[in-house]
């Protein structure tokens, strides 16, 4: 018998765990300009401290969801406008010396990026490689002998190329794995799943938090003093440059310099206040689309319904049938996100309202840096007692389930906690009028 002492000794750590893994500061994000790309923040491989398992148990399956790897902007469009404008700059004869460098800049990186639009950087496969070699490496009785493993990606050919680097580093240290590998529709019902109700109120255009995210961004986008530094001429300026779309194609360009191979930096463009500013705008956007604001009244966390389903099934067959090594699946950043907050993982479910706030409370580049995963790691004894340890970037993270063994959860009652939490959200949802008021109830 868990006493009530323990439920709440359980959950308050949770709390003070979830409070510094979600929230961010100014001087973070200084300290490292390249946090200041949110979703295109690489990876971060650091070595993680894991917990050993009780006694007597150990790991027999793996559940897992990836975001894939890093990956080149999604068009050429920034690239292709800058470069020309530029060109016209110096044409011209009204470009500073550093639109000069910068237009050389632009050019390299060009070469290397230009109609490779949002496909996987060799970074991206590598880092799949890598979380793959430390899945074995932390784990590796679970892919001891001939076992099975399901491989499942979205019809986005990023998705499929990082589950492919996945799948062959696995398969080069685990040659007897027999790994089913598959791109299709038939499973994006799961993989990556929104609602058209979701989908109205994340709608750019009429959403009812647009408005007020137009003035939040106006607020913060302010691009004169770039814009000086590269055209040194008032009326071209006037006439030719639209300054915050060209500070946000820079802001696009520098953050995912990070990513690609070519060895060139633009954050000399930007002050650290303004890539914060930038930033905080991004933050604002994945936060609203996809988390659990409190506007939505949990309608775009639900996104993850089917996806928890899918975990719950899936664990429960790999549990009867031992021949199951792993579950697989390989998707966006805007089903990690949802996963997160339905899960309750570290409060990444937290509801707020405020965006002038919500820095300090929710971090994108926290909740889904690029190759970004969620694994489930399932342990039992002799006697067949199950239980779970939830990593979060391959950390080892709570929720808020009672356990007097953290990170480690039985898995009946992971399993009946979500198994409720997901039929009282479905019930809630179901009932959410439309439109959504900003306004609240």
Known sequence: MISIRSILLSISLATVSCTMSAQTTFEEIASDLNKAGGVYLAYPEEASYQTPAPKGYKPFYISHYGRHGSRYLLGDGDFEQSIALLEEAEQRGCITALGKDVLNRLRLVFNETKGRGGDLTPLGRRQHQGIAERMVRNFPEVFRGKRNVSARSTVVYRCAMSMVAFGDRLKGLCPQLDINYEMSEKYMPYLNYHTEKSNRFT?????????????????????????????????????????????????????????????????????????????????????????????????????????????????????????????????HDGNVIPLLALLQIEGFDVAVDNPDELYKHWCDFKATPMASNIQMIFFDNKQGDVLVKIMHNEREVHIPVATKQWPYYKWSDVKDYYTRRLAELKKHVDNIKEPISPFGK
């Not at 770039?226 to 040194?232: A, D, E, M, R, T």
């Not at 070519?262 to 914060?276: A, I």
């Not at 994945?286 to 928890?308: E, H, K, Q, W």
Request: hydrophobic share 45%; glycine share 4%; proline share 2%.
């Open 203 to 331: 709608n750019g255009e009429n959403g009812p938090w647009v408005e007020e995210y137009r003035k939040f961004e106006s607020a913060r986008v302010n691009p004169d003093r770039l814009v000086k530094s590269l055209f040194s001429d008032s009326n071209f300026i006037r006439c030719r440059v639209n300054g915050e779309k060209l500070m946000w194609a820079f802001y696009w360009i520098a953050v995912d310099m990070q990513d690609v191979e070519t060895k060139v930096s633009f954050y000399d463009l930007f002050t650290t206040k303004e890539m914060f500013d930038l930033w905080q705008c991004v933050n604002y956007r994945f936060y609203i689309c996809n988390a659990n604001p409190r506007m939505s009244d949990g309608l775009v966390m639900a996104n993850a319904s089917t996806l928890v389903e899918n975990i719950i099934a899936t664990a429960d067959s790999a549990i009867a049938n031992r021949d199951i090594a792993a579950t697989l699946r390989f998707g």
